[in-house]
């Protein structure tokens, strides 16, 4: 049984920056390709993020050259750095593997960004 548990959300103001972490339990995590995905208010979930286990990344068109997606193998954790927060980035942000699976969607944490 896989879970993944994401912290780091929170509020900030236009221009600000936060860190997402998510920590995965099970071994179903170094080989895998991980992502970071949201789902703002009123709109469908979308994918943000991933990163390979060889570490190569893939960006959102909306979030490159902003965030930046890590992991640490060890740790069994998945970063995202999110700098340059844009009231648009507004959502509860979700990791999961590449490409999902239904059954390891966590809670997610919330970022708001507002003035």
């Known amino acids: 049984q896989v879970q993944l548990v994401e912290s780091g959300g929170g509020s900030v103001q236009p221009g600000g920056s936060l860190r997402l972490s998510c920590k995965a339990s099970?071994?179903?995590?170094?080989?895998?390709?991980m992502g970071w995905y949201r789902r703002a208010p009123g709109k469908q979930r979308e994918l943000v993020a991933i990163?390979?286990?060889?570490?190569?990344?893939y960006y959102a068109a909306s979030v490159k050259g902003r965030f930046t997606i890590s992991r640490d193998n060890a740790k069994n954790t998945v970063y995202l750095q999110m700098n340059s927060l844009k009231p648009e980035d507004t959502a509860v942000y979700y990791c999961?593997?590449?490409?999902?699976?239904?059954?390891?969607w966590g809670k997610g944490t919330l970022v708001t960004v507002s003035s």
């Open positions: 999961n593997q590449f490409p999902s699976r239904t059954d390891y």
């Open positions: 099970g071994n179903r995590f170094t080989g895998y390709p």
């Open positions: 990163i390979t286990p060889a570490r190569d990344t």
